[in-house]
T-cell receptor
Framework: GAGVSQSPSNKVTEKGKDVELRCDPI?????LYWYRQSLGQGLEFLIY????????KSGLPSDRFSAERTGGSVSTLTIQRTQQEDSAVYLC??????????????FGPGTRLTVL | TQLLEQSPQFLSIQEGENLTVYCNSS?????LQWYRQEPGEGPVLLVT?????EVKKLKRLTFQFGDARKDSSLHITAAQPGDTGLYLC???????????FGTGTRLKVLA
């Protein structure tokens, strides 16, 4: 079966514009994660979904960031009024249960966002 | 705030050399994972360690989880150019779904 896919692969936008990043998880995976990675560094946790619910949104950097998941599948991360410091690679991962213990996260290739 | 510090941050070695990467925290994790990431791709899981003191081997890679479940190490024997990449550790926060990722170790193995 297909892995996690993300679109677009690259996004260049102007400061102040809104952007939407999409994640298609592996079919049947109930848990979905969004991370942000700057310049080949470690990953910064943004938000986690179990089904369509996001139990913890505290990783979102500001109120300009929001995410939703519909039908227990596709997720969209929206950044409003983008700033230059939002430039990074945004990674999505899905896993079977997301219990935080043994579950392997399968990552997509990421969306590279550049804010000019 | 829980942090995972990795060392070294960068490592460039010759093919055939051995190396160890460390992942340290002051926090206890319920499990710890190691990932490798290639340019333009997402991280790929190498191993999950769960029990304090646990040692797992994956061909030339040996992973150890600290007795107190606060730290971990990755040892590579006879490194090869194919081992080149960004190595990331990730700790599962006890009782939650959250993973805290380490700062990363960028390894380059020269032929």
């Amino acid at each position: 079966g297909a892995g996690v896919s993300q679109s677009p692969s690259n996004k260049v936008t102007e400061k102040g514009k809104d952007v939407e990043l999409r994640c298609d998880p592996i079919s049947g995976h109930t848990a979905l994660y969004w991370y942000r990675q700057s310049l080949g560094q470690g990953l910064e946790f943004l938000i986690y979904f179990q089904g369509n619910s996001a139990p913890d949104k505290s990783g979102l950097p500001s109120d300009r960031f929001s995410a939703e998941r519909t039908g227990g599948s596709v997720s969209t991360l929206t950044i409003q009024r983008t700033q230059q410091e939002d430039s990074a690679v945004y990674l999505c991962a899905s896993s079977w249960q997301g219990s935080g213990r043994y579950n392997e996260q399968f990552f997509g290739p990421g969306t590279r966002l550049t804010v000019l | 705030t829980q942090l995972l510090e990795q060392s070294p941050q960068f490592l460039s070695i010759q093919e055939g050399e051995n190396l160890t990467v460390y992942c340290n925290s002051s926090s206890v994790f319920s499990s710890l994972q190691w990932y490798r990431q290639e340019p333009g791709e997402g991280p790929v899981l190498l191993v999950t360690v769960v029990t304090g003191g646990e040692v797992k081997k994956l061909k030339r890679l040996t992973f150890q989880f600290g007795d107190a479940r606060k730290d971990s190490s990755l040892h590579i024997t006879a490194a090869q150019p194919g081992d080149t990449g960004l190595y990331l550790c990730a700790g599962a926060v006890t009782g939650t779904y959250k993973y805290i990722f380490g700062t990363g170790t960028r390894l380059k193995v020269l032929a």
